[in-house]
């Protein structure tokens, strides 16, 4: 089974890629979403995090609240290096899991979306790397605007990942998000395209 991974920078629109592809017929799983699951209530992660990080980064309903942790670790390279040793295996884990379930299946090919893919080391676990890119001036406004954000703490958490330039140039596929919402479409469709046609050479 090709294992493909999409991956990117904040606010670059892989979300949107990856829905597109699911739309296409992609099995797709979101490595935010095993993130969120490792930190629910009751989950080993969220004790985890509380016991690193204190009470204080739990909301009253015992939630996690992910703003106050997001405040902390960008603004304190140890901190998020900490919160990622905690959280990065659950997800690696679930993600492979995944990935062999669907293989035992049959599938020719599956796409796990994973924000950190790079700077995580976990690119070589997957066969193609998609990434999806855009500006660093666009990035820093849809961050501020989706966010929430002035423009220097925007430009702050952007400085935690990998530039964007870089990613692309290591990339097997690259979807480029500057433009319109057609543009995107037709360049996932072709990336789609080239996915199941690299499938269908593997051995």
């Not at 985890?48 to 609240?65: E, I, K, M, Y």
Request: charge should be neutral; glycine fraction near 8%.
């Amino acid at each position: 089974m090709l294992r493909v991974a999409l991956t990117g920078g904040i606010a670059t629109g892989k979300t949107y890629c990856l829905a597109r592809l699911a739309a296409l017929g992609a099995p797709v799983i979101d490595a935010d979403h095993l993130a969120r699951e490792a930190v629910a209530p009751g989950a080993p992660g969220l004790g985890a995090v509380a016991a690193r990080f204190g009470l204080g980064v739990l909301a009253p309903d015992g939630t996690l609240d992910r703003a106050r942790v997001a405040a902390l670790v960008f603004a304190d390279p140890a901190a998020r290096r900490d919160l990622e040793r905690i959280i990065h295996p659950i997800v690696y884990r679930g993600i492979s899991e995944w990935a062999a379930g669907l293989a035992a299946a049959g599938r020719p090919l599956a796409v796990a979306d994973v924000p950190l893919l790079y700077e995580t080391g976990h690119d070589r676990d997957f066969d193609r790397v998609v990434v999806a890119a855009c500006a660093p001036d666009l990035q820093v406004r849809r961050l501020a605007e989706r966010n929430r954000l002035d423009e220097p703490e925007a430009r702050r958490r952007l400085a935690a990942q990998w530039p964007i330039e870089r990613k692309r140039a290591a990339a097997d596929y690259v979807i480029d998000t500057g433009g319109t919402f057609d543009e995107t479409d037709r360049q996932v469709e072709n990336v789609w395209r080239a996915l199941q046609r690299d499938a269908a050479r593997q051995p």
